[in-house]
């Protein structure tokens, strides 16, 4: 059996992030409803 290995994991996923860094976009603001929304589900 094998272990997994978070190390491991996250040096990949580490790795992949940092070569698409280019294909990011920024995210938009969240629309009015969705803002309203977020705030209800706080409370």
Do not use: H, Y
């Not at 290995?5 to 294909?23: G, H, P, S």
């Amino acid at each position: 059996m094998v272990r997994k290995d978070d190390r491991f994991d996250a040096f990949v996923l580490t790795d992949t992030l940092r070569q698409e860094i280019a294909r990011w976009r920024p995210l938009r603001a969240m629309s009015a409803p969705l803002v309203g929304r977020a705030e209800g589900a706080a409370l």
